[in-house]
């Protein structure tokens, strides 16, 4: 199978791999997916005080197009509120990446991964 | 781009040389073009030679009778006239066919046909070694029997079943035993005159001979008899109909006699390579060989690299041309049916790459594979949130995952 040029330039150069602290109440994390169905997304957003996030890292185990999903939503998230990160749709990652159909899942899985990652800084403000 | 380094040599080899050069000579004008089947001129003659003479040499391969050897298109037409001919043939004897959940597609589709047309049929389960043990072929025959199909290589990871042992099961209790032998004629030793194999299936093309031939052995003593699947002008005995393939026959007779004479220098330098293969990768951690090396073809190694994906390894691979899985089933997304059945756990068998090494393989193109196999595994590894857990002592198995 041939890959877009799109998914080939961040599968060689993924943008802001890593991993943030994860205890820091700054930071939200989503992880999503599962070992058994072949990948596994974690996402990790910083947010400030106004609710912007200014910074995002990811580790993903998966396909090529999986790695090129969250790398991508990585650089879109920074600068964006937690509200309209968590309004990304899948179908923009898809039609940005050109992924074929049998890829779209690593699209929502991405989707999934944000989500998460909001939701996890929302609790964690709540609690705290 | 130069192409890629070719590691998969169970996928399909290339043509020999001296084989391409005896198929040419069977098609043009001032060829070997006739028609084997005409009896009336010279032409005929001289391509019914040439057509027996490879009969001979894949005969001579498997020491058996010529007149035991029905030529096809290749191994899955001789799997699907091995079980469809004697399940047919033998119906009103019993509908109950024996086989592993690790055999090719080729074996493994034709028994669900048949399972739709009535049949009923046992799927062994490998151990986790791969192999399938002759006892348990054993217990799972009934009076109702009437086939086994246990194959003597497996394409993917490469471990070799005991056929004489399942096939010495099988005649004690009166069953036919298939084999499917794709991937182990040619290159380990198969003597039909003491194995207790009825039917083996055979492929031109994994053998450095042509795509689009294959053969299936058929036993004279004691008698086997097939029901026919291409009916028409009676070739092969009424077995195959069809007008022989001069050139393709040819090239499998002429592989067939390399492979013979010289098997036992080439298993040697195919081990080695693939013992090279080995050793340069073993000592990374979380890397696992899938199958029991001791009972192996020389040629196959089936990798795991753990908390790698599978096809985002081989993406990271583009000068190495290996399959995760097998070619057949690697345009879905369902990791190996095949390491699954060995009992191994999805992830595991999402990160397996199959490695096959064979007559052109170097020594250096095994040392470029260990350098890129290495870098694209470190680089992946860096990726995987798996890896980081695994790192920090964490249970994969402790943790909650949601299956999408």
């Known amino acids: 199978m041939a890959y877009s040029d799109q998914v080939m330039d961040h599968y060689q150069n993924p943008r802001n791999v890593g991993k943030f602290d994860d205890d820091d109440a700054q930071i939200g994390t989503g992880m999503v997916g599962a070992p058994a169905c072949g990948d596994v997304m974690r996402l990790q957003i910083k947010v400030n005080d106004l609710g912007i996030i200014e910074d995002a890292k990811f580790k993903t185990y998966g396909c090529g197009s999986a790695i090129a999903s969250s790398s991508l939503l990585t650089e879109w998230v920074k600068g964006r509120s937690i509200d309209e990160a968590a309004q990304i749709k899948n179908t923009e990652i898809a039609e940005e990446l050109a992924l074929p159909p049998v890829k779209i899942h690593c699209s929502v899985l991405a989707e999934d991964a944000i989500k998460a990652a909001v939701e996890d800084y929302r609790k964690k403000l709540s609690d705290a | 781009m130069k192409a890629p380094v070719y590691f998969d040599y169970a996928a399909t080899t290339p043509v020999d040389p001296r084989v391409a050069q005896k198929m040419s000579e069977c098609l043009m004008t001032e060829g070997n073009f006739g028609n084997p089947a005409s009896r009336s001129h010279k032409f005929g003659w001289e391509a019914e030679e040439a057509v027996e003479l490879a009969r001979t040499q894949v005969a001579a391969l498997l020491n058996c009778d010529p007149r035991e050897i029905v030529w096809t298109s290749g191994a899955t037409e001789s799997d699907n006239l091995a079980i469809k001919g004697i399940a047919q043939f033998y119906k009103g004897k019993g509908k109950h066919i024996i086989t592993s959940k690790i055999e090719h ?106 795509k689009g031939v294959g053969v299936l052995f058929v036993r004279r003593k004691p008698r086997v008899r097939l029901e026919a699947q291409m009916h028409g002008g009676g070739h092969e005995r009424g077995m195959r109909s069809g007008t022989l393939a001069t050139h393709q026959l040819v090239g499998m007779g002429e592989a067939c006699r390399i492979a013979q004479a010289e098997m036992s220098s080439e298993a040697a330098r195919t081990l080695a390579l693939r013992e090279r293969l080995w050793q340069g990768l073993n000592d990374m951690e979380e890397v696992y060989v899938n199958g029991d090396l001791n009972a192996h073809v020389p040629g196959i190694i089936n990798i795991s690299f753990n908390y790698v994906e599978g096809e985002s390894l081989i993406m990271s691979l583009p000068e190495l041309a290996v399959s995760s899985g097998s070619a057949c089933t690697s345009a879905s997304l369902e990791p190996s049916y095949v390491l699954r059945a060995l009992g191994m756990n999805d992830e595991l068998a999402h990160s397996s790459l199959r490695f096959s090494v064979g007559r052109f393989t170097t020594e250096e193109d095994v040392d470029a594979a260990i350098a890129q196999v290495r870098r694209a595994v470190e680089k992946l590894r860096e990726l995987s949130p798996l890896w980081d857990m695994y790192k920090d002592g964490v249970d994969l198995d402790s943790i909650e995952w949601a299956a999408h």
Not at chain 2, 176 to 186: E, L
């Open chain 2, 105 to 210: 597609k080729a074996v493994l589709d034709t028994c669900r046909h048949l399972e739709r047309e009535g049949f009923e049929v046992t799927y062994l389960e490998p151990g986790s070694d791969g192999l399938i043990r002759p006892e348990a072929v054993q217990s799972a025959i009934r009076e109702d029997t009437t086939l086994v199909s246990i194959m003597h290589v497996n394409n993917e990871i490469g471990v070799v079943n005991d056929i004489e042992r399942i096939g010495e099961v099988c005649r004690a209790a009166k069953v036919f035993y298939h084999v499917d032998a794709a991937q182990s004629a040619g290159k380990i030793p198969i003597d039909l005159s003491t194995l207790k194999v009825d039917l083996m299936a055979l492929s031109g093309h994994k053998m450095y001979g042509p």
